[in-house]
C-alpha cells in the first residue's frame, strides 16, 4: 500500500479490515501498520474511525484491535460471539469481585440465552448457569434484558403459545400477556430481575448489550442468594446490584461500539 497521501482513506480501512478478518486474534496497531504498509499515525487515524462506526474493536487490555459487530453483520456471528466474550471477561471479572457475587455474559439463541462468561467472586459460589449453558430466556434476568429490547412482534413469535413457556421452579411468566406485563416493568425500571426461576433460593439482576444498530445483543447479570416465601417472585428490585451491572453493560456497550448506556429500552 505505501505511505502516499494519494491512496484513498476507504482503501486502507478495507485493508486494515482485510488483514484483521485474516487473523485469528486480535493484533496490535503497529503489526497492523506494518502487514499493511502504513504509518502508525495513519494506522491509529483509521483505526479510531472503524471502532467509531463500529466496524473495529479495541481490546484496551491487550493493546489489540480485532473486527466489530458492523462488520460481523457482514460475516460470521460466531466472530461476533468470540469478540464479545473477549471484551466482556475483563469487565465482568471486575464486576464479580467488586460485588462478591458471580457475573454472567450470555448472548440470545431463538427463544433461549447462552452463557459466554461466568465470572467468579473471590469467594467462588456453584450455580447452574455455568459458560455454554441454554436456559429459557424468560427465566433468568439476562435474558429478560433481553427481551425487554425486542419489538413486540419478535417477542410474539418466540413464544407464541401457552407451550413456548418453560418453568424449572414453578416460577415465571406462564403466557404472553404475563411475559409483557413483566418486560413493562422492568422497561420502566431499568433493568431486569429474576427471583428463584432458575435456581430456589437464588436471583439475579440484568441490564442488555446494545449493538451499533441499538439492538440488544447480549446481557450482563449478576446472580445472588436470595430467599423468599410464596408462590411467584416477591418483586424485590435491588437498585444497589443494578446500578454495577448496567454500568457494566454500559461499558461493554461502549467497547463494542453499540448504541446508548446499555439501559433496556421499549421499541
Known amino acids: 500500500m505505501g505511505d502516499s497521501s494519494d491512496v484513498p482513506a476507504l482503501r486502507r480501512g478495507l485493508a486494515l479490515l482485510r488483514a484483521l478478518g485474516s487473523r485469528p486474534s486480535p493484533v496490535s496497531a503497529a503489526h497492523l501498520a506494518r502487514e499493511v504498509g502504513l504509518p502508525r499515525s495513519s494506522t491509529y487515524h483509521l483505526l479510531g474511525e472503524l471502532v467509531a462506526a463500529g466496524f473495529v474493536v479495541h481490546y484496551p487490555e491487550e493493546h489489540r484491535y480485532g473486527l466489530g459487530w458492523a462488520a460481523a453483520d457482514l460475516g460470521s456471528a460466531h ?3 468470540r469478540s464479545l466474550e473477549r471484551l466482556g471477561r475483563p469487565l465482568l471479572t471486575g464486576l464479580a469481585a467488586a460485588t462478591g457475587h458471580p457475573a454472567q455474559l450470555v448472548v440470545p439463541h431463538g427463544a433461549e440465552v447462552v452463557y459466554l462468561v ?3 467472586p473471590p469467594t467462588p459460589q456453584t450455580l447452574v448457569t455455568r459458560e455454554e449453558v441454554r436456559l429459557p430466556a424468560t427465566l433468568p434476568a439476562s435474558g429478560r434484558a433481553i427481551l ?3 419489538p413486540s412482534a419478535q417477542v410474539r413469535a418466540l413464544f407464541p403459545r ?3 413457556f418453560v418453568r424449572r421452579t414453578g416460577r415465571g ?3 404472553l400477556p404475563e411475559l409483557r406485563a413483566l418486560l413493562a416493568r422492568q422497561v420502566r425500571r431499568g433493568w431486569a430481575v429474576e427471583d428463584g426461576c432458575v435456581t430456589e433460593s437464588w436471583a439475579s439482576v440484568g441490564a442488555p448489550v446494545l449493538d451499533h444498530a441499538g439492538r440488544a445483543v447480549a446481557a450482563v447479570s449478576l446472580t445472588f442468594r ?3 416465601e410464596g408462590v411467584e417472585e416477591c418483586g424485590q428490585e435491588w437498585p444497589d446490584l443494578a446500578e454495577p451491572v448496567t454500568r457494566t453493560a454500559g461499558e461493554l456497550t461502549a467497547r463494542i461500539g453499540g448504541l446508548g448506556r446499555g439501559r433496556t429500552r421499549t421499541r
Open 79 to 81: 466472530s461476533a460471539s
Open 118 to 120: 461466568k465470572a467468579q
Open 148 to 150: 425487554g429490547g425486542l
Open 162 to 164: 401457552a407451550g413456548s
Open 173 to 175: 411468566p406462564r403466557t
Open 226 to 228: 436470595h430467599v423468599c
